[in-house]
């Protein structure tokens, strides 16, 4: 069932989305001024995706903004299909941050 108004959630699901979304933004500390971090960051989770990883860290590359402006990290979860540690490797000339998750 989709629900397209409010008025068709129930009382008891609007309190519980009411104890759970936030009213304001966190409020996030600024960082001591000798440690810089970057404007933003590029994540790319995979999982059996191999053949379209190569495009998409290509493309995220091409964009040719600096390291200290975008953080780039592949976060692979247990892929199966090909090394994709070695295709960042391969691809990324050490600009990309690899994290594989553990298998559970």
């Known amino acids: ?7 068709e959630i129930s009382p008891a699901a609007m309190e519980v989305m009411g104890e759970r979304t936030p009213t304001s933004p966190p ?6 001024g000798h440690i810089r971090r970057p404007l933003w960051s590029v994540m790319l989770p995979t ?6 990883l190569q ?4 493309s995220v590359l091409a964009q040719g903004i600096g390291p200290d402006n975008m953080q780039i990290v592949v976060v692979d979860d247990c892929s199966t299909d090909g090394d ?5 490797q391969k691809i990324s000339n050490n600009r990309v941050e690899y994290f594989r998750q553990e298998k559970m």
């Not at 069932?1 to 008025?7: F, G, I, N, V």
């Not at 409020?27 to 001591?32: G, M, N, R, W």
């Not at 994709?84 to 960042?88: H, N, Q, Y």
């Open 27 to 32: 409020v996030i500390a600024p960082l001591a």
């Open 47 to 52: 999982y059996n995706c191999l053949i379209y």
């Open 55 to 58: 495009q998409a860290l290509e």
């Open 1 to 7: 069932m989709k629900l397209t108004r409010t008025d």
């Open 84 to 88: 994709v540690l070695a295709l960042v």
